[in-house]
Each structure stands twice: as C-alpha cells, then as structure tokens.
C-alpha cells in the first residue's frame, strides 16, 4: 500500500510563501500523474495543480500564476510551491495521483492570516 507523506505546511500572513513537499513511498512514482488536492473546512476537496509524467502541468484558476507544482522522481517527492498567498488557500493540503487512485495521507494544514 502507498504511504504519502505530505509536508511544509504552517501558519503565514497573506502575502506569504510556503513550500510544500509530498514523499511517496512507491518505485512507480515517476509513471504516474500526480496532483495537489486541498479541502477547506465545509468544502469538498479540490484539485489545484496536477503534473504528469511528461512534466505538463495545470492548474485551477484560482491559483495560476501563484503556485507552482514540480517533482523529483528521482526522490519520489512532489513539490507545491505558494506564493502570494491569500486567506482563501487556507485548507488542509493532500496529493495523490490525479485519479486519486493511492490512499491519502493525513495532508499539511495551511493557514493563511489577513
């Protein structure tokens, strides 16, 4: 079974950085499409940047042009880089393939002051 362990996450003003990591604990890491996911409390969970093998990415609208996703194969990791963050990014953070297919981890909260 997949254990994904999710990281960087924290309290920050708006307008602030944070990084966050995913470490997977699968040698088929690279072959697959992964995705940061985010559940806000009351909300359902959303999918805010997906990267597949090839390296494409895309993002949702909300946050273009703020976050940046990337992976290190070669570690199994995943990568979710904020910026200029808004109290709306405030919600616990997950990834997972892009078809959810992997157990989630217990995510990264982020919360974001105004």
């Known amino acids: 079974q997949v254990q994904l362990v999710e990281s960087g996450g924290g309290l920050v003003q708006a307008g602030g950085s944070l990084r966050l990591s995913c470490a997977a604990s699968?040698?088929?890491?690279?072959?697959?499409?992964i995705g940061w996911y985010r559940q806000a409390p009351g909300k359902q969970r959303e999918l805010v940047a997906g990267?597949?093998?090839?390296?494409?990415?895309n993002y949702a609208d909300s946050v273009k042009g703020r976050f940046t996703i990337s992976r290190d194969n070669a570690k199994n990791t995943a990568y979710l880089q904020m910026n200029s963050l808004k109290p709306e990014d405030t919600a616990v953070y997950y990834c997972?393939?892009?078809?959810?297919?992997?157990?989630w981890g217990q995510g990264t909260q982020v919360i974001v002051s105004s």
């Open positions: 699968v040698s088929t890491f690279s072959l697959n499409a």
């Open positions: 997972n393939t892009l078809n959810r297919s992997w157990s």
């Open positions: 990267i597949r093998f090839g390296g494409s990415t």
